[in-house]
């Protein structure tokens, strides 16, 4: 945490009218919660509720907007855990629209940080759903969407298997790939987290259209 926090200042996070339910020493954090970070504001825990904004994985910062407008930001570590509908996540798995609750203490430095975040509602529940196999339907736009942990890879054959929330799915690179997306394939390794895009060519075997 030393590490992480070292030379964070002044961060202004989540508005007046977030809703809090609390552990000790919840006046202090909810007295925060509505302006700008003062480093001796004392610390606290509590857990907030908003969409997901954004994730800045080199700066380890998570963006929120909570239900009343206001934006924030709240710092994570590689001990940070994300669960949904019980699996766990790293937290660059979070999307842009995702609703979370994230459990947040203060530091000693004035800055939040969350070391659970709970996935609410995810984007993609509100235009389309999963199969059950664990794909995600595009909602008639054509494509479809697949994530998980990477369970092994024939580099030769150009595919690879992905773990998901309903089963296995072997993910095909197409005949001509872009560089990136071939550059992604070849650096793929097992348990690796990934996002594809593409079409169901077969039981349980998709097309890759790109990473994502």
Do not use: H, K
């Not at 919840?26 to 907030?48: A, H, I, K, M, R």
């Not at 389309?128 to 794909?135: E, K, L, Q, R, S």
């Not at 039981?203 to 890759?208: C, D, T």
Request: aromatic share 8%; glycine share 16%; proline share 1%.
């Amino acid at each position: 945490m030393n590490g992480l926090m070292r030379g964070l200042r002044g961060v202004v996070l989540l508005g007046a009218g977030v809703a809090i339910t609390g552990c000790s020493q919840l006046g202090t954090l909810g007295n925060v919660l509505g302006g700008v970070l003062s480093p001796n504001s004392g610390s606290g825990s509590g857990e907030v509720y908003g969409m997901v904004r954004g994730v800045d994985t080199q700066r380890q910062i998570i963006q929120i907007q909570t239900q009343n407008g206001q934006v924030g930001n709240v710092y994570f570590d590689q001990n940070t855990q994300v669960v949904y509908q019980n699996q766990r996540y790293p937290v660059t798995a979070l999307e842009q629209g995702d609703q979370i609750g994230l459990r947040i203490q203060q530091t000693q430095n004035g800055q939040y940080y969350t070391d659970y975040i709970t996935v609410t509602q995810s984007v993609q529940e509100n235009n389309g759903g999963y199969n059950n196999t664990g794909v995600y339907n595009g909602g008639g736009t054509g494509y479809t969407r697949a994530e998980g942990r990477v369970t092994w890879v024939d580099y030769q054959r150009g595919q690879f298997a992905l773990s998901t929330n309903g089963g296995t799915l072997t993910v095909v690179m197409p005949y001509q790939s872009n560089s990136t997306d071939a550059n992604r394939f070849r650096n793929l390794r097992q348990n690796d987290y990934v996002r594809v895009e593409g079409q169901l060519v077969g039981s349980g075997r998709l097309e890759l259209s790109r990473f994502y």
